[in-house]
């Protein structure tokens, strides 16, 4: 030890030892969270969206997240919520109840998400390639029902792609919901019941809320 500190009071020595201490403990507990914190956003992300009893109000939540490739459709998809359904054109006539049921129930969800509603886009994926109905085209076309309709993928791997990111969990049939990663996050079954549409319409209000990060709408 020099005689410099050797002049120093030992409570000076005791609080610079103490000082270098806790600097290092904090600088090893920021490197920790940094290692931890894909999986801490990704606990999060999972549990803090899930409600009451640990449910969603209404939709089933895909964990972990399905991604989804842009290529698949000729249509912008990264950067934006989007609510998606798969259908025939040829079998989607306005008295089919089922599928109109889908596409009201997108409809009424993005109405009702009033000045948000511009951050949701509707996409309706036409399986077999034939012209919509032009009765539910009046009802349902992109300038005032927000509904766009776009072909299925022309290649035949994309095309078989896309069909097994589409089913898997057997949600084909679902309303499909991707977020603006892009990857689908979450799907809804098509219902009628004013209880479920609420349900539907908290979920996606609670998620706008949340997330706004890669948005581009």
């Not at 030992?10 to 609080?15: E, F, G, I, L, V």
């Amino acid at each position: 030890m020099s005689d410099k500190e050797l002049l120093i009071p030992a409570s000076q020595t005791d609080a610079a030892i103490n000082a270098r201490t806790r600097k290092g403990r904090i600088q090893m507990l920021l490197l920790l969270l940094a290692c931890a914190s894909p999986v801490i956003a990704s606990y999060l992300a999972y549990y803090v969206f899930k409600l009451e009893g640990g449910k969603t109000n209404f939709g089933t939540l895909v964990y972990p997240a399905q991604a989804f490739n842009p290529a698949w459709l000729n249509t912008p998809i990264q950067g934006k919520w989007t609510l998606l359904i798969a259908r025939p054109a040829g079998e989607c006539q306005i008295k089919d109840e089922k599928c109109i049921e889908a596409l009201f129930l997108m409809r009424q969800t993005r109405v009702a998400m009033g000045r948000e509603s511009k951050r949701v886009q509707l996409l309706w994926v036409n399986t077999d390639g034939k012209s919509v109905d032009p009765e539910v085209t009046k009802v349902y076309d992109e300038q005032t029902a927000g509904l766009k309709v776009v072909a299925m993928p022309t290649d035949p791997q994309l095309k078989a792609d896309f069909e097994g990111w589409l089913n898997k969990e057997g949600a084909g049939q679902q309303i499909q919901l991707i977020d603006p990663s892009p990857a689908k996050m979450m799907y809804f079954k098509v219902t009628n019941s004013p209880k479920e549409f609420a349900g539907m319409k908290k979920d996606l209000e609670k998620l706008l809320k949340l997330n706004h990060k890669g948005e581009n709408l």
